[in-house]
């Protein structure tokens, strides 16, 4: 095939490419500008399960195990979310961190509605939403690591 024709074949996909690219650009963008119709009450978004270890004198003698949802009041705020899942998981993975440095999750001592109200201040600053209608802890649980020594 001569080059001419060969570039001249590459040069219309190409522009045909990046025509309908900018048509999809457009339309999506339209879509995201009108947000949805429906009102929604209670829309949860599943941030998954967190496995977090508990320090006690250097060892780690118990994980917390967790199951966390968190309920928004818009399908927007769910798509904010999914589309930024890694970070929302890394905002709550942070906030059990530092709950565990503090002292606020100790094998006897979990408190879920103390959970609950870091996890749901953090996510409303790191996201800037308003609309964290509540935080959901479906599984909380402290599992011994099997590390412990028996004494007596």
């Known amino acids: 095939m001569p ?4 570039l001249l074949i590459t040069l219309f996909v190409c522009a045909g490419g990046g025509f309908a ?9 339209s879509q995201r500008d ?3 119709t429906e009102e929604a009450q209670n829309v949860v978004f ?7 270890p508990l320090f006690e004198g250097g060892k780690v003698p118990f994980f917390l195990l967790a199951e966390i949802n ?18 929302v998981r890394a905002t709550v993975l942070e906030t059990l961190f530092e709950l565990e440095r503090r002292g606020d999750i100790k094998p006897g001592t979990v408190k879920p ?5 870091a996890i749901k ?16 802890v479906n599984r909380l649980l402290i ?9 007596g």
């Open 3 to 6: 080059k001419p024709l060969l």
């Open 21 to 29: 690219l900018g048509e999809i650009s457009k339309m999506s963008a």
């Open 34 to 36: 009108k947000g949805t």
């Open 46 to 52: 599943a941030a998954g399960q967190f496995v977090v």
């Open 70 to 87: 968190i309920g928004v009041e818009t399908y927007d705020e769910v798509s904010l979310l999914s589309n930024n899942r890694p970070h």
């Open 113 to 117: 509605e103390v959970i609950k109200k």
């Open 121 to 136: 201040e953090d996510l409303e600053a790191t996201f800037d939403l308003e609309g964290v209608s509540d935080v959901l």
């Open 143 to 151: 599992q011994e690591t099997g590390g412990r020594r028996q004494t």
